[in-house]
């Protein structure tokens, strides 16, 4: 939906989005079903009333403006319900989850993917036949997506969010490049484009721009520990060898 695009942050690019299984819309449209399971309840019972010019044509029209209440009544709701149903959306993005609903006064509720220790995917015997399930998000806050009920394709979106997560872990600690901004083209007369290409890839590394004799940018204690902490992980995963965590270690303490 191009709501949820609108709200994209920058260079945040959208991985899946998914909806709640139709059962969901089914079991909020039940006051319109009931309603037109009574109009035809009445619609069989009108007609067992007798067609002559006395009270059984009065009762007749009563009980057609009664059937066509219902079924208008009903449709009306069915279709408020549809536009709920379809205006609630789950998806991944390179850097959150998020929820959005409302039809009319939108409301985005997202959990950033760093935030995410655990997912949880309870799936009973019909959510395995029709393809649904409930997924609990842990969180290490106590705001954000908590569970998504009777999601469709739930262990995709499990999956794609997990991928997800892992490859902001990566950026994160530096063992995988960060995507860098679009290269532009030089100003007339001014640098070469060699350089600009050069400048380009030092922005796609993820790392400051600096001149080749020049030191690294220095980093705060809070980030050191951060990325150590992230990378440490990384290793006992095996994502990055040990070699690799300990040239990485004494770059970051070069920084402080």
Do not use: C
């Not at 942050?9 to 319109?32: D, I, K, M, P, T």
């Amino acid at each position: 939906m191009a709501y949820l695009d609108n709200r994209l942050a920058s260079g945040e690019q959208l991985l899946r989005r998914e909806h709640q299984h139709w059962f969901v819309l089914a079991a909020n449209a039940r006051y319109a079903i009931l309603a037109w399971i009574v109009a035809i309840g009445v619609l069989i019972v009108s007609g067992a009333v007798p067609n002559d010019a006395g009270a059984g044509s009065t009762l007749r029209q009563l009980l057609g403006f009664v059937v066509l209440i219902l079924i208008v009544g009903g449709l009306l709701y069915f279709a408020w319900q549809v536009l709920r149903w379809q205006n609630e959306e789950f998806a991944v993005t390179t850097r959150r989850v998020l929820q959005v609903e409302g039809v009319v006064n939108k409301q985005v509720i997202d959990s950033s993917l760093e935030k995410i220790n655990d997912a949880i995917l309870s799936e009973s015997i019909f959510g395995r036949m029709f393809g649904f399930g409930d997924l609990e998000i842990l969180t290490a806050s106590e705001s954000g997506i908590s569970r998504l009920r009777m999601l469709r394709q739930a262990d995709d979106f499990k999956r794609s969010m997990l991928d997800a997560k892992h490859d902001l872990e990566l950026e994160l600690s530096g063992a995988r490049p960060m995507p860098g901004p679009a290269l532009r083209a030089a100003p007339v007369g001014g640098a070469s484009s060699a350089s600009v290409a050069a400048a380009g890839a030092g922005a796609g590394a993820g790392l400051p721009a600096q001149s080749s004799a020049g030191p690294a940018s220095a980093m705060s204690a809070d980030d050191v520990t951060r990325t150590l902490a992230n990378l440490a992980d990384l290793r006992d995963r095996g994502a990055i060898s040990a070699d690799e965590y300990e040239a990485k270690k004494a770059d970051l303490l070069r920084r402080l």
